[in-house]
Every structure is written in structure tokens, then in C-alpha cells.
């Protein structure tokens, strides 16, 4: 019986605090409210929005309602998140393999870079892509082609963009080739159980990867053409390029910023993983007459993946809620066109918070839920 | 004498190849020096591709000569072991050697040879490099913000102080040894607020008052991140113990509290604690905002704290909470003298860790107004008799923080060298 009660009565105070402190801010929100003649819902956001956001993936205008507004911010978010956890994983696995390299010269220059970018804040470097680095590119006028298609200017980059024609077929032609690329990986792998036999499935896999695609152009109607920007004078010093694809400078420099840092981490994480699997794993392997390629394929990193992926998971999570800092240097992400514009406009303070307090913590808990179900299946099973 | 393969150098004719190929490298990098230093081309009248390359071909063939396998001579053979193991390890050593060569000069004579530092206005910057002038006006600024000049001595003496106060631990003998660990976490932050709230702010004891909105600059920076870090630690203790608690209550709602704070972006918090907290409070109860901005910033890192001591909670064998137990120890007891003492020692790199990730995360104040170094920076930019030096405000902010943040990496590994015991 004591030990009972002992055990309720911090359980009993614990809650009741916490609902005290609950209460206490509804009571007060309600108060407020109250006063300023506001009342809690969400029925703004079918309202018109009636601002103008610079750089949108979908048709936005003033006329479309708050909720579109969020639409446009959240997939905005997503495109810097998308763009960054690429560029930060081939540039941090490759400073990550460059850090275990013999040679001296190599392992420095990895090290240093990694001690230098992780040490400086994420938003001065944000700052300075965009402030310093960025704003010392040339006007539209002058600035140089790339492979006379692309121009890199102050105002953006400009790159020719894709006209497609039956998309679609292209599409399906891709799908296809990575079902049959599984279907034939599974009857490899049986083959190799039941015979002992292999298949060359990498070759076959890029063979198909590619040779699908390419009977479509030939023979699914599917044809792809090249939209190259063309500078048009607007004024006596104002220039413009016109057509193809324009990448405003905020995403550039905001990308920039975030793979940069994002990448000395995913360095960190897999250089650990690799240090991680110990010799003796190699040795065993190769004394039972793998090749090299077969010992890195089959023993070495399917191990090292297992320290590598949680933590960097965990980064990409990170760059994904560090993407809000775009706020800085207006780019339009969730938190400026939501928590900023709409907020500035509607006024509904805790409305807005909480859906984008709300929609970062969905994106966190649904990666790192499945994040739990990955480990899961990869742990090593120990009695 | 052997035949010379120049294909496979080996250790007969070592002299040979070492000299032929030390000649080759030596040449491939005096070019590149030239090159760099000079504007020289020594090779301007090959094709244009081709003197471009010239330096790495040269260089390649030289190191591939001096490759040679057990050449009996030991710096040779730590050379061939650390920079040229084969012939794709060559050229990044080439790659590596050449690029560091060539930005030296840009590197030197924008920093330093270009550069101006004299002078008090913006047309006393005529080089090309940087105008460390603009830091040098704006030096004050950048350090104490918009805090009165006349009353910058505050800040100095109470900084001062806190140092000073900080190393009070240091001095006691072994009778107050014990108190230590109460004097770091309870008596020194509330010396810390007194000294920070009387005399920074002042508004009593005859000092003049100075609002919060004035407050920037590095100092700024210092003193929400010293704030932060000694609030979230404590915070993150209780509710590492609360995760890991066997009551279901206080489980989850730490679970609950933890997983939202981590969930959600810093800058949203800070959005939170501007525009909606205060909606949450009595009307006529007013908080600071800087006050708002370090609870916010705390509750945030103590979930982070949180996290990496339940790490250490978990990595403790059984036997530590059942021997405790056994002797006859309270939860509390329990914790304090045994569980704990251990667990900190093991998380100190996390810890250290997320205390750089707290500093590094002081900047984004900016969203609720207060403007601590990089803020400042952001103001001077816009300031219109010295537009156009972005440039050299963020390397000089880059330069601190770096070694801010480069300082407390490697006191913490010192740290966990200090407290590694053999398990």
C-alpha cells in the first residue's frame, strides 16, 4: 500500500502541474482574445490571400487563399530540403572516405574543411553566400554563357529548361525498367542460393535503366527539346533572361549554405560508420576467397550502413527544420509566407504557429518513426 | 648497371629515378609558383590546353618515378607511404599541392596586401583587398551594440567579474570541495543574473537604465548563450531522468515535451515566444523579450540536453542501480552519488556538442529584434555611408565564432581525456 501511494503521488502532482500550466495559458489566450475581439479557428485560411510570393513550384497569385499560400511555402521548404540532403550526402561521403584516406595531403584538406564549416554558424554562412559571395556576381549584361546555354548572374541562375512531349510514356518506361530491375535482382539472389551462380545484375540493372527509356524516344513518341534563356532589354540598364529555367539567388545561396554545413556532419557520420566495422570482418572475408569488390559489397558495407544511416537520418532532419532559416534572406519557405506574410496580415498568431510548429513536427516524427522501423529491420539479432 | 624500366622503377637504380623524378616534381610545382606568384607561363608557347595540363603531366610522371618499393631509404619510403600510393593518389596530391599554391596570393593580398586599415571613413579604402577600416569603426558597435558608450564600462566590469567568479572554484581546500557543484549550479547563476540585471541593466542603486533593445553586439551573444547553458542543463537532467522514469505520467510527458521541442525549428520557437507567448499571459504582465528569447532558446537546447544524458543513463550496466539499491539508497540518493556522476562523464562530447549548437544558433535572436554580432553586422551593412563591405563584416564574424566555437571543441575533448576512466 505505501509503496502504491508513493508511487501515485508524484504522478498525481506531475499532472496536475502541467495542467495548471495548461490552463493557466488557455485562460489567458481566451482573455486576450476576448479583448481584441478575435476568435480562435481556421476559417481564414479559405480567405484570399492577396499577397504576391516571388518564387513559386505551383500557380500562386494574390487571389488564391492562405491555404494555397501554405501550399506554396511548404513545397518550397521541401525543394530546398530535397536539393540539400543530395548535394550534403555526395559531399559529405566523399569528405567522409576522404578523412580515412592514406594519404596525408587528402585527409587534411578533408579535415580542415570539416573543422572549418561545422564551426561557423549556419546563418552567417547563409548571410555570407548570399550578402558577399553571390552579390560579386556579374550584372545579366555581362555575364559570361557556361557551355553558351547557362548564366550565372546576380540576379539568379538562369538554365535551359526541358520541354517534354508525352511525358508520361517516358515515366512509365522508367518504372517499368525498375520493376523488372527488382524482379531480376530477387532471381539472382535465388539463383545464387539455390546454384551458386551469379548474375551481373548492376550491369543489367544500368542496361535497363537506360535502354528502356531510349526505346521510348524512338518509338514511344516521347521527344525532348531544350528552352535556352535569351537576355531581352527591358530598359536603357535594366536586362532580363528570358525563357528557361530561372533559379532565384536566395535558393542558391540558401542550398549552398545547407549542404555546405549539412555535409560536414554526414562526413563525421560516415567516417565513423566506416572506422566502426573492425579488421578482423575484412580479414575473415577475404580468407574465405571474396574479392575486394565482394568484401565492400557484402561484409564491409552492409555493416558500415547500420552505424551510418541512423545518425544521418538525424541530419537530414536537421537540414530539413534549418531550412526555416530561408526567413533570413527571403526566400519564400513555410516560415516566411506563413508564419511571416500571413501572419503580418491576419494577425492570427496562434493559429499560424501552431500549424507550422505542427507541420515541422509531423515531417520530424513521420522520418524519425521510420527511421525506428529501418533500425529495426537492420539490427543485428542477438539472442 | 641494370637496363632503366621506367614503367616499374625499382630499387636498383634508385639514385637514377629519385633524381629524374624529384627533378620532374620540382619543375611541375615551379611552374605552378611561377605561374601563381609571378603571372609567368614558362610554357606559353604550347597549345593553350596543354600548358595547363603540362604542370600535372610533369608532376605525375616525377612521382611515379620516385615510387619506389623498399628503396632503403626512409624518408622516401614514409613519402611514397603518406602522398603517393599509386598513380589516382598522385594526382590529387598534384591537385591539392597546386590549388593551395595558387590562392595563396588572392588569399594574401586580399586579406593583407591589399588591404586598408587606416583612416576613419569609407574613401580611405582604396586597395582591392579588404577595408578592415569599416571593422575597426564599427569594432565598438559590433562588440557592445547599441549600448551607450559612456556606460560600456558595465558590460567590461561585469564581464570581468564573471570570469573572475567562474574561477572561484578553483581556489577552495578540501573542506569546501564538496560545495562545489552546488556553488556552479545554483549560486553562480544567481551571482550571474544579480550582476548582469543590476549592473548591465542597471535602473537602481544610481545607475541609469538601459533597455534591452540596446543591448548587442558579441556581448549579447555571450550572455544569451551563457544564460541558455546554464538553464537548459539542469532542465535537460530532470527530464532525461523523467524519460527514463518508472512512473507512466511523468514518462510521457516528458517523452511528449522532449519530442516536440526537438521536432520543431528553433527559428519557429522564437516565433512562438515573439508573437504568441505573450497572448498567453495576463494582460498587464509584461516580459522582456530578451527574458522570453532565453527561456525559449533554453526549453529548446534542454530537450537536445535531454536526449544525449539519456544516452548515458542507458549505457550504464544494471548492476550500478542494483548495487546503489541494495545498499540501501533512495531514488534520489540513488541518482545523485552514483547513477549520474557517471552517466555526465560519459556524455560529455554530446554535451559539448549541443553547447555548440547553442552557440552557433545565438544568431537567429534576429527574429525577435535583438541584434548580437551577426545582427549588428546586418545593420552596419545598410548603413549608408559604408554600403558595399559585406564581405569583410562576415569574415570578421566568421573569425570569432570560429574560434569561439574551435576553443570549446578542444577544451571538451580535453575534458573527456581529463574524466576517462577505464570501465
Known amino acids: ?383 | 648497371m641494370n637496363k632503366l624500366n621506367f614503367l616499374k622503377p625499382d630499387n636498383q637504380n634508385v639514385s637514377t629515378y629519385l633524381y629524374t623524378g624529384s627533378f620532374l616534381f620540382f619543375i611541375a610545382v615551379f611552374d605552378v609558383f611561377l605561374s601563381s606568384f609571378f603571372k609567368i607561363n614558362i610554357t606559353s608557347f604550347l597549345p593553350n590546353i596543354l600548358s595547363f595540363l603540362l604542370p600535372l603531366i610533369i608532376g605525375v610522371i616525377g612521382l611515379h618515378l620516385i615510387r619506389i618499393e623498399f628503396s632503403g631509404i626512409k624518408n622516401l619510403d614514409l613519402l611514397n607511404k603518406n602522398i603517393n600510393t599509386n598513380n589516382f593518389n598522385a594526382v590529387l596530391t598534384l591537385l591539392i599541392i597546386f590549388i593551395i599554391i595558387k590562392s595563396i596570393p588572392p588569399i594574401m593580398s586580399w586579406f593583407i596586401l591589399d588591404a586598408n586599415i587606416a583612416g576613419d571613413t569609407k574613401e580611405a579604402c582604396t586597395g582591392s583587398g579588404a577595408c578592415w577600416t569599416y571593422i575597426k569603426i564599427w569594432l565598438n558597435r559590433f562588440i557592445y551594440g547599441m549600448y551607450p558608450n559612456e556606460l560600456q564600462w558595465r558590460i567590461n566590469i561585469s564581464f570581468i567579474l564573471l570570469i573572475a567568479l567562474a574561477f572561484v572554484g578553483l581556489i577552495p581546500s578540501e573542506k569546501l570541495k564538496k560545495f562545489l557543484t552546488l556553488y556552479y549550479v545554483v549560486i553562480y547563476p544567481i551571482l550571474a543574473f544579480i550582476l548582469i540585471y543590476y549592473l548591465i541593466s542597471g535602473g537602481s542603486l544610481g545607475l541609469e537604465w538601459v533597455e534591452t533593445g540596446a543591448w548587442g553586439g558579441l556581448s549579447l551573444t555571450f550572455i544569451v548563450s551563457f544564460f541558455c547553458l546554464i538553464f537548459c542543463f539542469p532542465v535537460g537532467m530532470f527530464l532525461a531522468l523523467g524519460r527514463r522514469s518508472e512512473l507512466p505520467t511523468v514518462r510521457y510527458i516528458s517523452v511528449g515535451f522532449i519530442e516536440f521541442w526537438r521536432g520543431v525549428p528553433l527559428i519557429t520557437v522564437l516565433f512562438m515566444s515573439s508573437v504568441m507567448f505573450p497572448m498567453f499571459l495576463p494582460e498587464d504582465f509584461f516580459m522582456d523579450k530578451l527574458v522570453r528569447v532565453i527561456i525559449a532558446i533554453s526549453l529548446f537546447e534542454a530537450a537536445y540536453v535531454a536526449e544525449v544524458i539519456r544516452g548515458g543513463l542507458q549505457a550504464l550496466p544494471r548492476g550500478q542501480y542494483d548495487a546503489a539499491k541494495s545498499l540501501g539508497m533512495g531514488y534520489w540518493k540513488l541518482h545523485i552519488f552514483v547513477i549520474l556522476p557517471q552517466a555526465l562523464k560519459l556524455v560529455i562530447p554530446g554535451i559539448a556538442n549541443t553547447f555548440l549548437a547553442l552557440v552557433k544558433d545565438t544568431p537567429l535572436i534576429f527574429v525577435v529584434g535583438l541584434l548580437e554580432l551577426v545582427g549588428m553586422l546586418n545593420l552596419a551593412k545598410t548603413n549608408p555611408k559604408w554600403l558595399g563591405f559585406a564581405m569583410e563584416g562576415y569574415v570578421f564574424a566568421a573569425i570569432i565564432f570560429w574560434i569561439i566555437c574551435y576553443a570549446m571543441s578542444k577544451y571538451s575533448y580535453n575534458l573527456e581525456l581529463k574524466y576517462k576512466t577505464e570501465r
Open chain 1, 1 to 383: 500500500m505505501n509503496s502504491k501511494v508513493r508511487k501515485i503521488i508524484p504522478q498525481l502532482i506531475t499532472l496536475l502541474v502541467v495542467i495548471l500550466i495548461f490552463g493557466f495559458f488557455t485562460f489567458n489566450a481566451q482573455i486576450n482574445m476576448d479583448n481584441r475581439g478575435i476568435e480562435f479557428g481556421f476559417g481564414f485560411l479559405t480567405q484570399e490571400s492577396s499577397f504576391d510570393v516571388q518564387f513559386s513550384l505551383i500557380e500562386y497569385d494574390g487571389s488564391h487563399s492562405y491555404a494555397r499560400a501554405y501550399l506554396v511555402g511548404l513545397l518550397n521548404t521541401l525543394l530546398v530540403a530535397f536539393i540539400g540532403i543530395i548535394i550534403s550526402t555526395i559531399l559529405g561521403v566523399i569528405v567522409g572516405i576522404a578523412r580515412l584516406s592514406p594519404n596525408y595531403l587528402i585527409e587534411r584538406t578533408a579535415a580542415i574543411y570539416v573543422e572549418f564549416f561545422r564551426n561557423i554558424p549556419l546563418l552567417l554562412q547563409i548571410f555570407f553566400w548570399y550578402f558577399a559571395a553571390l552579390r560579386a556576381l556579374p550584372l545579366p549584361q555581362d555575364a559570361d554563357s557556361i557551355f553558351g546555354v547557362s548564366y550565372l548572374t546576380i540576379k539568379g541562375l538562369y538554365t535551359p529548361s526541358f520541354v517534354w512531349e508525352n511525358l508520361n510514356i517516358f515515366f512509365y518506361s522508367l518504372i517499368a525498367a525498375i520493376i523488372s530491375i527488382i524482379v531480376i535482382k530477387n532471381y539472382a539472389k535465388k539463383l545464387q542460393e539455390n546454384q551458386g551462380k551469379q548474375l551481373p545484375v548492376f550491369s543489367i540493372s544500368i542496361g535497363l535503366l537506360i535502354i528502356l527509356p531510349l526505346l521510348t524516344f524512338l518509338f514511344g513518341g516521347v521527344s525532348l527539346d531544350f528552352e535556352i534563356p535569351v537576355i531581352k532589354q527591358l530598359s536603357t540598364t535594366g536586362f532580363i533572361y528570358e525563357g528557361g529555367l530561372s533559379i532565384p539567388p536566395e535558393l542558391i545561396a540558401l542550398t549552398l549554405a545547407l549542404s555546405l554545413y549539412t555535409a560536414t556532419f554526414i562526413a563525421e557520420c560516415v567516417r565513423a560508420g566506416i572506422q566502426g566495422i573492425s579488421k578482423g570482418q575484412k580479414e575473415a572475408a577475404a580468407s574465405i576467397g571474396l574479392t575486394p569488390n565482394q568484401i565492400l559489397k557484402l561484409v564491409i558495407m552492409p555493416q558500415a550502413l547500420r552505424i551510418i544511416i541512423p545518425p544521418t537520418t538525424n541530419q537530414y532532419l536537421n537540414l530539413t527544420k534549418n531550412s526555416s532559416l530561408a526567413a533570413a534572406i527571403a526566400y519564400p519557405d513555410l516560415v516566411l509566407v506563413f508564419a511571416g506574410t500571413a501572419l503580418m496580415q491576419t494577425g492570427r498568431a496562434i493559429e499560424i504557429v501552431s500549424i507550422t510548429m505542427l507541420t515541422y513536427l509531423s515531417i520530424s516524427l513521420s522520418i524519425s518513426v521510420l527511421m525506428n522501423w529501418y533500425n529495426k529491420k537492420i539490427a543485428i539479432k542477438e539472442k
